[in-house]
């Protein structure tokens, strides 16, 4: 959250020097949370039936739906996004 300033639902740097990064889908005390990792995700797309929810696909070409807007794990994504390029300029050789 300090280097981000995310507060909800904060992408966990699991190991920066690797680009290793969780995101989770809601709160990770809800149980209807799943955690994804930034460089497996593939693509995020909208249920054909309902636009409330979304289909990952990773990096093996599986499709995982989740209870979750398209919209919202596109923001997660993209918070994501912005941790691997803060943290990647403080790691140093």
């Known amino acids: 959250m300090h280097t981000t300033g995310v507060k909800q639902k904060v992408p966990i740097p699991i190991?920066?020097?690797?680009?290793?990064?969780a995101i989770?889908?809601?709160s990770a005390a809800?149980?209807?949370?799943?955690?994804?990792?930034?460089h497996h995700i593939r693509a995020i797309e909208s249920d054909r039936k309902d636009e409330n929810l979304a289909v990952v696909?990773?990096?093996?070409?599986?499709?995982?739906?989740?209870n979750v807007s398209r919209y919202t794990?596109?923001?997660?994504?993209q918070r994501?996004?912005?941790c691997v390029v803060r943290f990647s300029g403080l790691i140093c050789c």
């Open 30 to 38: 809800q149980y209807e949370c799943h955690w994804f990792f930034y």
């Open 57 to 66: 696909v990773v990096s093996d070409h599986r499709q995982i739906n989740v």
């Open 24 to 26: 989770p889908t809601h």
């Open 15 to 21: 190991d920066p020097v690797r680009k290793i990064y």
């Open 73 to 77: 794990l596109e923001k997660q994504l």
């Open 80 to 82: 994501a996004a912005v």
